[in-house]
């Protein structure tokens, strides 16, 4: 059977840099990695005098962290409005978009953006945010 795997390349990451209204996705450039959605429900312990074992039923979906790399570009609009959202701490819109056009939107706040450099090296940065609410895939 033929693999149905989708490749990575090609995946883009953007931002709302939208004030308020209808949002304005503005691409995030020179992205080479990401990961994310690494969160996990809550445990909720249902256990009574009556139970035979310990029992729990699913608490609030908790969808963790999402975070990337990049190479540094100083002029690049999306990864100004990053460092902007780092700053002021505000939550941002953030949207993932699959090469088959499959699309993840969410609300994050950005806690890091650290950069690093070297002999022989491009300057990276690593961003990591934290989801606030649900995933929209569309």
């Given amino acids: 059977m033929a693999s149905t795997a989708i490749s990575a390349q090609g995946s883009s990451i953007a931002i709302n840099t939208a004030e308020s209204g209808e949002a304005v996705w503005t691409k995030i450039k020179n992205v ?3 990961t994310g959605f690494d969160g996990a429900a809550s445990e909720i312990d249902v256990t009574d005098l009556e139970s035979t074992a310990k029992e729990f039923r699913l608490g609030l979906q908790d969808h963790g962290k999402f975070s990337f790399e990049m190479h540094i570009d100083r002029t690049d609009a999306g990864q100004l409005a990053l460092e902007a959202a780092r700053r002021s701490g505000k939550v941002v819109k953030l949207k993932l978009t699959l090469p088959n056009a499959e699309a993840a939107s ?3 706040l950005v806690k890091s953006t ?3 450099g070297g002999i022989d090296a491009v300057l990276k ?7 606030t609410g649900d995933i929209e895939w569309a």
């Avoid at 940065?125 to 989801?131: C, D, H, K, L, N």
């Fill in 106 to 108: 969410f609300s994050a």
């Fill in 114 to 116: 650290p950069i690093s």
């Fill in 32 to 34: 080479i990695s990401f």
């Fill in 125 to 131: 940065g690593s961003v990591e945010t934290r989801i």
